[in-house]
């Protein structure tokens, strides 16, 4: 297991498949961000170079995942629960 920004990630699982552990990640983020740090699509964690790792987890420390994205999710409903505003 690879413990990845406060998130446990199979070694045996494929990356695109893996980043999808990571909340707000969905599969065509995790396609995105391979192709963005030139991964093979079935490239396995485990075989990722330790710079590939750093590379990796630079590109995830700059986008808003996990609790910074559930906060910001839960600030909107707040809004706009205060606000009256009806939606869906």
């Given at each position: 297991?690879?413990?990845?920004?406060?998130?446990?990630l199979p070694d045996r699982k494929i990356v695109s498949?893996?980043?999808?552990?990571?909340?707000?990640?969905?599969?065509?983020?995790?396609?995105?961000?391979?192709?963005?740090?030139?991964?093979?699509?079935?490239?396995?964690?485990?075989?990722?170079?330790?710079?590939?790792?750093?590379?990796?987890?630079?590109?995830?420390?700059?986008?808003?995942?996990?609790?910074?994205?559930?906060?910001?999710?839960?600030?909107?409903?707040?809004?706009l629960r205060e606000i009256g505003t009806y939606v869906?």
């Amino acid at each position: 297991m690879l413990h990845l920004l406060g998130v446990n990630l199979p070694d045996r699982k494929i990356v695109s498949v893996a980043l999808t552990y990571f909340y707000g990640i969905g599969p065509q983020t995790a396609r995105k961000i391979c192709s963005q740090l030139s991964l093979h699509r079935e490239c396995k964690l485990g075989e990722l170079t330790e710079s590939q790792l750093n590379q990796l987890s630079g590109v995830l420390s700059e986008m808003s995942i996990e609790n910074d994205l559930k906060r910001k999710v839960a600030a909107n409903v707040r809004h706009l629960r205060e606000i009256g505003t009806y939606v869906g």
